[in-house]
């Protein structure tokens, strides 16, 4: 048995687990690559993915670093099932169309961008509609704890994750030289008493364990303050009659949030004044899709919906779903909480709500997730001073709050404690979808708490499992240069220098020009020193 981390390898994004055993070649989820340029160029480097010899997929959750290269797959020829709970397969049916709009939306941008600039490169998006239309037919529905055979020596059977609505930790229990291998794959691994969604069920007897580490490095902190935490934010920027920002992914977070604020408002701590507007039409229809999966609550919420409450209504709640819409609410004074999209502010309406309230001191953002490197997100949540949206530098004013108990993930003491009830002393632990020092530290814990040494792959790492003889693997390095292509500082150097010697030499002639030509040319130096002092600022 092989097993190639096509993403999710000491990064948080791109999930994907091509493994080939028992004569089938088969995934583990097919997330897109979210963060810097580099990361998310990984996303275009699908032909190593070999969709046409792909027998089947299996979904853990329908968030989009999880599922979102699935249109780009069958664009490329994949034709056949994609299992998944039945709460997935409504959330991903629609959130890939809407992934697919946004890459359509990005490449026409870009081109008439291009064009703007007398370059006629025509840019393609990453997938279409159309490709999202072809994937969505081949969803087939498995219930949690139903056993099945997607092909012959691997059986499969899906466990409540506690992640997001329908999310699933997947046991596989291969077969091959009359040997059974179980392998147990967490998806991403939730938090016991996260709002609406159940507990993560306990593993299973396994063999090998692939675990998230988003937060292996921490735990949430405080918790149990979370109301306390959103209450201070509302009540901040109702005092200054500003907004409060929140940044949140429109599946699971967004009711979420709604569902607290629902709670604050039966307090008193939400003001009656105060409008909340959710700005992302797919949590709107993510929204629709919880009130049609109440089965899958947890018993808090079901409690809720039996004495006649509506967990995601509010008296003062307004849905925006055109662009008109969500344009209004920045033209608008006063108070209002804002419920945008995206979770991590590298795309959609929240960039929008950031350039026209990051700025101000009475503002607040609150952020109620995790926010990957290299994302406008993460800087702020760094303390960074500004960020730029739109082609410009916003400066970061408003207060910013970050809310642990928000976290769909669990963190590193529950995580320790899900992981604690899967060890055998002959139990090979798996580390993926973690940034470096989380995945470091958690190894490090592991094997201190459990004298066991994990495993930790790369992106385009191979494991080898060979039968009947646990604990027995190899993991084979990766092609350095398809897998983090180097950066040759020295060549950018030299290439810098030799601008500056060029800007040197024309100083003479520049002095000779017209003062208006002057001063004009002097104001895009100026910008080229400060871009360079931002840069130097991060080394």
Request: net charge negative; charged share 25%; aromatic share 8%.
């Amino acid at each position: 048995m092989k097993v190639t981390f096509f993403g999710a390898a000491r990064t948080v994004t791109g999930s994907c687990f091509m493994i080939e055993a028992a004569g089938a070649r088969f995934a583990i989820d097919c997330g897109m690559h979210q963060g810097n340029k580099a990361i998310e160029a990984r996303n275009r480097y699908t032909g190593i993915y070999e969709p046409d010899k792909i027998d089947f997929i299996l979904l853990t959750h329908a968030h989009i670093d999880h599922s979102g290269l699935l249109p780009r797959l069958a664009r490329d020829g994949y034709d056949k099932p994609v299992y998944c709970t039945p709460p997935t397969h409504a959330l991903a049916e629609f959130m890939l169309l809407d992934s697919a709009h946004i890459q359509e939306m990005e490449a026409e941008w870009r081109s008439q961008r291009y064009a703007r600039r007398d370059q006629h490169d025509a840019v393609e998006p990453l997938y279409t509609t159309e490709d999202a239309l072809k994937i969505i037919p081949l969803f087939k529905n498995v219930n949690y704890h139903e056993s099945f055979e997607p092909h012959p020596g691997v059986q499969v059977r899906f466990y409540d994750a506690g992640h997001i609505l329908g999310a699933a930790a997947i046991h596989l229990t291969v077969t091959e030289a009359g040997f059974g291998t179980r392998l147990l794959f967490s998806g991403d691994q939730g938090r016991p008493g996260a709002l609406i969604v159940q507990d993560p069920e306990l593993p299973p007897e396994i063999d090998y364990l692939f675990v998230e580490s988003t937060y292996g490095d921490r735990d949430h902190k405080e918790e149990e303050n979370t109301l306390a935490e959103l209450a201070e934010a509302i009540a901040y920027s109702y005092k200054h009659r500003e907004k409060v920002i929140i940044p949140a992914f429109a599946v699971e977070r967004t009711q979420e949030v709604l569902y607290c604020l629902h709670s604050l408002l039966q307090q008193g701590k939400l003001p009656t004044d105060m409008p909340v507007f959710v700005d992302s039409p797919l949590a709107i229809r993510a929204t629709s899709v919880f009130r049609r999966h109440q089965a899958y609550f947890d018993p808090n919420a079901r409690r809720l919906l039996a004495r006649g409450e509506d967990p995601f209504d509010l008296p003062n709640l307004r849905y925006t779903l055109n662009s008109a819409e969500s344009q209004a609410i920045n033209e608008m004074k006063g108070p209002a909480v804002v419920i945008s999209a995206s979770g991590m502010c590298n795309a959609g309406r929240i960039k929008h709500h950031l350039r026209h309230n990051l700025w101000k001191a009475g503002a607040s953002i609150v952020f109620v997730g995790y926010q990957g490197v290299g994302t406008p997100g993460r800087k702020i949540v760094d303390g960074g001073k500004s960020i730029s949206l739109f082609g410009d530098e916003v400066a970061v004013k408003a207060k910013v709050f970050t809310i642990g108990g928000f976290s769909g993930h669990a963190g590193q003491s529950q995580l320790l404690e899900w992981i604690g009830a899967a060890v055998r002393p002959d139990v090979r632990i798996v580390l993926v979808h973690g940034e470096p020092k989380a995945q470091d530290i958690l190894a490090g814990l592991i094997r201190e708490k459990f004298h066991l040494t994990p495993l930790v792959p790369d992106y385009l790492e191979q494991l080898e499992i060979i039968p009947g003889r646990i604990p027995v693997e190899h993991v084979a390095p990766a092609e350095p240069e398809v897998a983090r292509p180097g950066v040759d500082w020295e060549s950018l150097i030299s290439d810098t220098e030799a601008k500056w010697a060029v800007l040197k030499n024309k100083l003479a002639e520049v002095r000779t020009r017209p003062w208006a030509e002057q001063t004009e040319l002097r104001e895009r130096m100026r910008r080229l020193n400060v871009e360079l002092m931002r840069f130097l600022s991060r080394l």
